[in-house]
């Protein structure tokens, strides 16, 4: 069967199992709306919020400085620029 229409059928994490990270830098006003969904979406749903700044991680500044702000679920790129709060809780599964 094509790996595209085979469903994974392991069991996704619970919404307070997941954690969401901003990466973006001080004085973005993008940043900002973006703290704003996420911070309201993860704790409605219970997941952990975190961020990061990408002036004090080089590699971070390096891998994302173009895209900020860049939002990450358990570590992996979800978005960048804007967050669309119904897709972020879609992701989350709440």
Do not use: N
């Not at 900002?32 to 952990?48: C, H, K, N, Q, S």
């Not at 971070?60 to 990450?72: A, D, G, N």
């Not at 960048?80 to 709060?85: A, G, I, L, Q």
């Amino acid at each position: 069967m094509s790996p595209l229409l085979r469903r994974d059928k392991s069991p996704k994490p619970a919404p307070a199992d997941r954690t969401v990270t901003l990466v973006g830098k001080p004085g973005c006003h993008l940043c900002d709306d973006a703290r704003e969904v996420i911070v309201r979406v993860a704790g409605e749903l219970g997941a952990t919020f975190e961020e990061k700044d990408i002036t004090q991680d080089e590699e971070l500044y390096r891998r994302f400085w173009e895209q900020i702000p860049v939002t990450l679920i358990d570590g992996r790129q979800h978005d960048f620029w804007r967050v669309d709060e119904r897709r972020l809780r879609a992701a989350l599964g709440g």
